[in-house]
């Protein structure tokens, strides 16, 4: 019998080898295990992490995330996704939720009703939409390949979300190790708190969503909510010793599912729940932005997600240059929007790194050179000697990373993460 030259069985050999890499590289298996390494990148050794950086350069937030109290997702700052890249999977089909928070839900939603009441906030019970999973797939049209993110979708409504933090905050009044016994009972222990575990908590997880729109001028635009929000709420504290003027992204919101739900919702996209719609429906409602008037719908682009750990939701960040200039805009705005009651005002800031950094210090807003609306002329002229902040960690994570996609995330580290202070803990700002 023949033997085969020692040299052949070792090329085969190294065949084989080469031939499982490649399986392994373009598999779902691996699209999940580079997920798992950029949500847990700072439980990584030291010196892997600094390659992670240098090769990645979206590292950044992860170290600033435990100040933000958020957990990251995947982002995409250097190549945005188009909405047809994120697909959709609505699975009719309502969570249970633990018992321990169908207890207390009902004491908490009255200190709430009440709560609001006396502040003139809205507690409106809007049905909505949660997030379980998102799978990753590669597909190939026309010749390319890309990947493609699917949200596993499910209803909910707006106090199955907000009851699991009414509960958990009202305990932490009696009790811290109450309140921690009930955050773990409830499903929403930080550290279960993951992209990739939440198909297995019974916790209901509300899709809301942060728009980041830039001028034909090169302007953010940047809202000043309402008190009357129960969610990011913009109270200002205008008439403190060191007043304070908050300021949120472009346009927040948190998905809208219509009942009986139809194909015409405005948060439908291709029959399934889209944060793409949201996002597009944000802009018009809110702003007065118009699709194809005001900005070309196919330049909205996802700059990623992450989990929002003071509310546990997750959060979309999407990122769109307008046609029109920050006077255009603010000249919509006076006439009045469709939720101008959102919003106390809005605003339109320079769009650089160095004025966006200034929010972060918390200089004061007359430094910002904002062009505002002539309506809300008196709100801004008390706002000038007011210190600029972010109304929420909310509104901190998605600037930071919409400027790491606008100015490039090694400036944003170098310039704009130092500057960033520990979040407020309550989870209903």
């Given amino acids: 019998m023949t033997e085969f030259p020692k040299w052949i069985i070792q090329a085969f050999g190294a065949l084989g080898w080469i031939w499982a890499l490649v399986q392994f590289f373009g598999s779902q298996r691996f699209s999940t295990f580079r997920s798992n390494l950029v ?53 009719e089909v309502w969570t249970d939720r633990p018992p321990s928070i169908d207890r207390l839900a009902p004491e908490a939603l009255l200190v709430a009703a009440k709560e609001a009441k006396e502040a003139g906030r809205t507690l409106d019970n809007n049905p909505s ?3 379980r999973r998102i799978d990753v797939a590669r597909v190939t049209e026309t010749g390319n390949r890309e990947r493609r993110y699917d949200l596993i979708i499910r209803p909910t409504d707006f106090h199955s ?10 305990e932490s009044k009696r009790s811290p190790q109450a309140s921690a016994d009930l955050r773990s009972a409830a499903d929403l222990d930080d550290r279960r708190l993951h992209f990739d575990d939440m ?27 309402s008190k009357k929000q129960l969610m990011a709420t913009g109270e200002q504290l ?29 948060d439908v996209l291709n029959g399934n729940p889209h944060p793409g719609k949201t996002s597009l429906r944000a802009l ?43 006077k255009e805009v603010c000249k919509i705005w006076n006439m009045g929007t469709e939720d101008a009651h959102e919003n106390l005002s809005i605003c339109c800031v320079p769009w650089d790194a160095d004025t966006i950094a200034k929010v972060y210090a918390q200089k004061l807003f007359a430094e910002l050179d904002a062009i505002t609306p002539d309506k809300d002329r008196g709100i801004f002229e ?29 400036n944003v580290a170098e310039s704009i993460s130092p500057l960033i202070r520990d979040t407020d803990q309550a989870p209903t700002n």
């Fill in 39 to 91: 949500i847990n990148a700072r439980e990584l050794p030291r010196g892997f992490l600094s390659i992670f950086r240098k090769s990645h350069g979206f590292d950044y937030l992860q170290g600033v995330s435990e100040a933000l109290r958020i957990r990251t997702g995947l982002l995409f700052v250097d190549k945005p996704l188009s909405l047809h890249q994120i697909t959709s999977t609505f699975e």
């Fill in 129 to 131: 939409y949660e997030l």
């Fill in 161 to 170: 979300f907000v009851y699991p933090n009414l509960a958990v905050l009202q």
């Fill in 199 to 225: 198909e297995h908590l019974k916790a209901r997880f509300r899709i809301g969503t942060n728009t980041v729109a830039v001028t034909f001028d090169q302007r953010v635009i940047l809202s000043i909510r």
């Fill in 238 to 266: 205008l008439d403190q010793r060191q007043p304070a003027f908050r300021l949120h992204t472009s346009a927040p919101e948190g998905m809208l599912r219509t009942i009986p739900a139809g194909l015409m919702d405005d």
């Fill in 284 to 326: 018009r409602t809110e702003l007065g932005l118009l699709q194809e008037e005001h900005f070309e719908g196919d330049r909205l682009r996802c700059l990623g997600w992450y989990l929002d750990l003071l509310r546990s939701e997750p959060q979309f960040v999407f990122f769109v240059r307008l046609k029109a200039t920050a």
């Fill in 382 to 410: 008390r706002a000038r000697n007011a210190r600029a902040e972010w109304s929420s960690n909310q509104a901190k994570a998605s600037m930071l990373i919409a400027s790491a996609h606008a100015f490039g995330a090694r």
